[in-house]
């Protein structure tokens, strides 16, 4: 129980009066960020890197905590309130959300989703703190080999399985790969791919290719495809809760909550795949499936809960092994590395005090954005209409401001819009960029793993496959690529048949 | 349609570029010759799978598989590209990262968010005040609170702004 001692210190730093505003600035921010199209939480974190430098790690890190979770709820409030397809990983809340503000049940959907967020977040957090520390204890007796595995595991199943082109998701983790390739090589002090630029040599800034892609990337291609005209944000009618509200709403929440905790825990998804098992298990089970596509309030409480529980599942791996499963989380374990604090093992023995302050802010930070997004909703619906040539100037200028502020140098801004027209062009051939920053990041990893594997082997690369944990984890991989061989197949051939 | 897939050709051919490059680059990484795995294994692996996705895009886009454009609560999948605005919005920032060392940080940020917004549709005369307001809050913001200071320019001595 020693994990219960821990959490209550944490709660004791937690609870002091800086970190709590610290966690509200979090999580004020980061439904900001979820409710305005455009930005997400892991710009906004990438963004805020360099200015939080001069914080302490355990401050910043609770401040992007509550970016984390705040902007999973804002999104929510986008998708059911204005008119057109929002964030990916909460698609399937507007396909029953936006129906249901329509309907004039726009306060059930907003309810819904923020009491589910709010449960699933909960519950969530309390599986983290129990898995966390045993997993940890495992983590430690894994070699390099089984690192490699790991980040392989990874790596193909961020950029392969999801989206619909592996080719293209595969191509951007090969260039994140590549950027991560660039400067001087840490093992020999080789300088690799810097064309003699003296800036390339220290390697381009996790920050600027981040900012790159997702701001300016971003703004240049809404700008290229703008939708003019008003903004056409649903009234919010209807009443908040009834008895109906609870009795329809409870049971989905929990089995989105447990649909989607282990989706987020194993390095195969995120939050895409289980907000749409969870959508598809709630109309299945449901007494008038006749209901969905047509404002059926399960249709968003599963889905919601499930998004927020993968996204608390996505610590699992990122504080116990040092594994980001998703963009977002890959530039936390940037932030990590920027105080030089390596998230794996040895986080919960070298960093207790500070990873218990974060995971009791977690708790924290849910009260907050329940209060946040249910009470206050009417406050996002005025951010939610902010006009849109001002909200991209100012993502653009933050963009900038925040590549200018890592090293005060214009040529980092030379590479931010090398990089930003990359970005542009990725996102027009349908490239996803979320594998291209986890490249970018588990890259440089995997290389040092890979290596250290081969020295200690003095060069056999079967020491690469022959330990019995990535013997399991590769075996794991071509099931799961078996699998979704056999998913595409059938959709096609389901397609055919239409 | 027809320039949608010359330009997925020539992502594909970039990318696969790329590989290229990093293969042969790699060639030229010292390494000393022990049985060690050196600076030179991980870039060929990765340079491998550039020219492989490259081609493989551009096979894709033979055979009648274009990539699927990003969707968006503010991209309107019905217009044709606006070229003419990203255009613009590239000439901003370039204007914003030349003016920063010549007029300062303020005059760089004054021009960065006027221009964009204006070029996304704002009015001029509300969209001027708005960017240079922004432009000084930030300045005296890193100035006095962060502790950073952005390059003044010509405010330069200047109490508040120049840090």
Known sequence: MD???????????????????????????????????GIGPAMTVALLLPLTYTLDPTAALIIFAGIYYGGMYGGSTTSILLNTPGESASIVTALEGNKMARAGKGAAALATAAIGSFVAGTIATV?????????????????PADY????????????????????????????????????????????????GVSTLADG????????????????????????????????????????????????????????????????????????????????????????????????VAGPEAANNAAAAGVLVPLLTLGLPTSATAAVIVAAFQSYGIQPGPLLFTNNSAMVWALIASLYIGNVMLLVLNLPL?????????????????????????????????????IVLLIIGVAGFFMRRHGYPVAPLVVGLILGPMAEEQVRRTLQISEGSLSALVTSPFAAVAYSVLAVLLAVAVVVRVRRKKAKVLV | MISEKVEEYAFGGLVAAIGVFTLVDATTIAARADNAVGPRAFPYAVGALLVA?????????????????????????DVRTDWVTVGKLVAVLVAHLVLIDIAGWP????????GAAWTLGAVWWRALPIAVVLALVVQVVFASGLGLSLPAGIFEGVPFLDG
């Open chain 1, 377 to 413: 909703v009417k406050m996002w619906v005025k951010v939610l209409q902010i006009p849109r040539p001002y909200l991209y100037a100012g993502i653009l200028l933050f963009a900038a401001l925040g590549t200018y502020a890592v090293n005060f140098v214009v040529d980092d801004l």
């Open chain 1, 3 to 37: 994990s219960i001692t821990a959490l209550l210190e944490g709660f004791a730093t937690a609870a002091q009066p800086t970190y709590l505003l610290y966690a509200l600035l979090g999580v004020t921010l980061g439904t900001a960020v979820g409710v305005l199209p």
């Open chain 1, 148 to 195: 490699v595995a790991l980040m392989v595991v990874a790596f193909t199943t961020v950029a392969a399985l999801l989206g619909s082109s592996p080719v293209r998701g595969l191509a951007s983790l090969g260039l994140g790969l590549f950027i991560g390739l660039i400067g001087t090589d840490t093992l020999s002090g080789q300088q690799r791919f810097t064309l």
């Open chain 2, 53 to 77: 996705t490259g081609l493989a895009a551009i096979i894709a886009t033979a055979r009648g598989k274009l990539g699927q454009a990003e969707e968006g609560e503010d991209v309107d999948a």
């Open chain 2, 107 to 114: 005059v760089a940020a004054t021009v960065l968010f006027f």
């Open chain 1, 127 to 143: 599986l983290l703190t129990l898995l966390a520390p045993t997993i940890a204890d495992i983590a430690v007796t894994l070699g």
């Open chain 1, 204 to 299: 381009i800034d996790v920050v600027v290719v981040a900012v790159g892609v997702f701001a300016v990337g971003e703004a240049l291609y809404v700008a290229s495809r703008l939708r003019h005209g008003p903004i056409e944000v649903i009234p919010i009618g209807g009443k908040w809760m009834n008895r109906e509200f609870w009795s329809r709403s409870w049971k989905p929440w929990l089995r989105g909550t447990f649909i989607g905790f282990p989706i987020g825990t194993v390095p195969a998804g995120g939050a895409d795949v289980s907000t749409f098992l969870s959508y598809a298990a709630e109309k299945k089970l449901s007494k008038k499936p006749e209901e969905f596509g047509h404002g059926a309030i399960e249709g």
